[in-house]
């Protein structure tokens, strides 16, 4: 079966699942696992150091895939920004057709990306950005709600109330993001008005994701209270996996500190270094809710075939019976 929706057929790809941009994570043996399943993956452009090695990492990908893939390109505030315009350019000259742009304002990036061909899909946490994106041009739309990893925003609206609001009003291809793990999720984000679900942390605990087995092992064991919300007092939002670090984190942000403050418990390197050598508390990284529903560690074929698979079996057992017997009692 393949589960055919407006974002399928914008994307040229075989089902509405994505693995969006992850920080150390997106690389190209998972992005490409991915891909080889039907499903759409996202190399992480600022994961690699320079625009150099992103585009050696496209064309590592492409050696492992001949399915579509995309790169991610997150725009946040720096004291250093990195050289954004550089990397943007890395991907266009690497004719990748489709890209994820994510965090500020992404307005010359979608303008140029556009202007070589690039498919554009936006993610926002709120329907008003969503809809600042649409007028922007992007080609379609990935909205977060308020469970996912990372950054869900500061106006703490759940997936429940933020996909089908935002399908009230985004008129292009959108998909859902936040809490999604299984086929369940998939069949309520179509449910709710959205074209697929975005999956994160359910992608980085399969057989190809490249980081330490130690924090697949730590996802399979964690449930769905197992995370923290770090820079909630900054105005900075960011879910992270419940640890030493974040306990700490959390326990200073009560106690008034400031960003500076944190920042040596923060540092990305110390982030990196969890996925690297394994040990949970060594540093801040992301995971969502969704650990409460993460049971297992497949391949990338197994995650997806499994999903779309349950997802038929919903679609027209489950719900196809209870319209059955709607259909018998009206007869």
């Known amino acids: 079966m393949a589960l055919k929706t407006r974002f399928t057929e914008t ?16 690389r190209a043996e998972l992005v490409a696992a991915v891909a ?45 920004p990195p050289p954004y315009a550089e990397y943007r350019q890395a991907i266009i000259e690497a004719g990748v057709k489709i890209v994820e742009t994510a965090g500020n304002k992404p307005v010359e990036h979608v303008a140029e990306f556009r202007k070589h061909g690039v498919k554009v899909l936006h993610k926002c946490t709120s329907v008003r950005h969503a809809l600042s994106a649409e007028r922007m041009g992007v080609d379609g739309i990935s909205i977060d709600g308020f469970e996912c ?28 993001s936040g809490g999604f ?3 369940r999720g998939l069949v309520a984000a179509l449910a709710l008005g959205a074209d697929g679900v975005n999956m994160g942390t359910r992608f980085m605990c399969t057989v ?6 130690n924090i697949k092992r730590q996802i399979v064991e964690n449930d769905e209270r197992a995370t923290d919300l770090i820079f909630r007092t900054m105005h900075n939002t960011s879910r992270v996996a419940k640890n030493a670090i974040s306990q700490q984190v959390v326990a200073l942000e ?17 982030g990196r270094n969890v996925y690297e050598v394994g040990d949970n508390d060594a ?12 049971h297992d560690v497949p391949t990338c074929a ?14 027209e057992g489950r719900l196809g019976r209870m319209l059955g017997r709607r259909a018998l009692q009206s007869a």
């Open 36 to 80: 080889n399943a039907g499903a759409l993956g996202f190399i992480t452009a600022l994961t690699q150091p320079t625009p150099e090695k992103l585009t050696e990492e496209i064309a590592r990908c492409r050696s492992l895939t001949d399915k579509p893939f995309g790169v991610n390109l997150t725009i946040l505030p720096a004291i250093k």
């Open 149 to 176: 990893a990372g950054h869900p925003g500061e106006d703490d609206v759940p997936g429940l109330i933020l996909i089908p609001a935002a399908a009230d009003k985004v008129k292009i291809p959108m998909i859902a």
């Open 181 to 183: 793990g299984d086929a």
């Open 208 to 213: 190809e994701s490249p980081i330490h087995e």
């Open 302 to 315: 197994e995650l997806v075939g499994r999903i779309v698979r349950e997802a038929e079996e919903i679609i």
């Open 11 to 26: 994307f040229g790809i075989e089902h509405p699942i994505v693995q969006g941009g992850m920080q150390w994570v997106g």
């Open 283 to 294: 540093g801040i990284w992301s995971a969502g809710q969704v650990q409460g529903l993460i």
């Open 254 to 270: 009560r106690e008034g500190a400031k960003f500076e403050d944190v920042r040596e418990l923060v540092a990305g390197s110390r």
